[in-house]
């Protein structure tokens, strides 16, 4: 009995494994089977018109955003994590609010933050359809997703590391720092990978507070489009089907190398910390 059971979960397993594989691979390749053939020089021009339909200055608005969003909400979450992990002590009750509004927070639907952006950042703040109000709404969005990434990753270190560190006379902030924070970096930065790809996927959020608009963004109070906007936009038209799908070719080819330039610091901190 023990064994038929065993038999089936293992079928189920691979099973499942490769389901996934599947649909990723069926997904991938239908992009790139649609996309690639609409990839032309005229898709980066400098600036956007009907004719080239340029996906340059989304490029640049996505890379912006991703950058003022983490500036914004990683500093926030992993020190929020800190405090709550090494600093509060066990039971306390705002520690158990701030985990159950994280969690909260994570559940509430993208479409919601948008409006909450455009009422606070956009009309009230009077920062109008800007990059600023969408990456701040977009750290909102992000900061329970790392901090809690980073919770989870500084409760994975063994006591010992903390231990050895006291035991040495480093002080509670040094060992934290130096000794804690290193050997929670790759969960850390699996967070951070997790939210930048909610942030380059977003529409609903953005459409509220960064605008739509196909130019160029000047500067934190100028409107734009995020490549995800600006597919949705080529989309929606129906005229430029192709230009959407090379739009999600180049998505795809910026997650992909944001993923291996994560991987890449994170192998670079952890042998650091190692040595």
């Known amino acids: ?11 189920l397993t691979w099973f499942s494994a490769g389901l996934t594989l599947f649909v990723l691979i069926f997904l991938i390749g239908h992009i790139l089977i649609k996309g690639i053939p ?19 200055p989304a490029l640049v608005t ?20 800190i405090y709550l992990v090494e600093y509060a002590r066990r039971g306390n009750r705002l520690v158990k609010l701030v985990r159950v509004t994280a969690e909260t927070l994570s559940g509430i639907p993208s479409i919601i933050y948008g409006l909450f952006g455009s009422l606070f950042f956009v009309i009230w703040l009077g920062w109008g359809l800007s990059l600023l109000a969408g990456s701040c709404t977009l750290a909102i969005m992000i900061l329970p997703l790392v901090m809690r990434a980073t ?10 590391y903390r231990e050895g560190a006291f035991g040495l006379g480093a002080g509670k902030l040094r060992t934290v720092l130096r000794i804690v924070l290193p050997a929670a970096a790759p969960g850390i930065l699996a967070g951070v990978i997790l939210a930048i790809g909610r942030i380059v996927g977003e529409t609903a959020a953005l ?11 000047k500067g ?56």
Request: hydrophobic share 50%.
């Open 207 to 217: 459409i509220f507070t960064l605008g739509n608009t196909a130019i160029m963004t």
């Open 62 to 81: 996505t890379v912006m955003t991703v950058a003022l969003s983490l500036t914004i909400a990683v500093p926030l979450g992993v020190f929020a994590a």
């Open 1 to 11: 009995m023990r064994k038929t059971k065993d038999l089936i979960l293992r079928v």
């Open 220 to 275: 934190l109070f100028s409107s734009g489009r995020t490549l995800s906007l600006h597919m949705y936009a080529l989309s929606g038209e129906g005229l430029y089907t192709g230009q959407a799908y090379a739009t999600s070719v180049v998505l795809l080819v910026v997650v992909i190398g944001i993923n291996a330039l994560s991987g890449y610091i994170t192998k670079k901190v952890v042998n650091k910390s190692n040595a």
């Open 151 to 160: 919770e989870e990753s500084l409760k994975a270190v063994p006591d010992s």
């Open 38 to 56: 609409y990839l032309r020089p005229s898709l980066f021009a400098l600036h956007y018109n009907s004719e080239n339909v340029s996906l340059f």
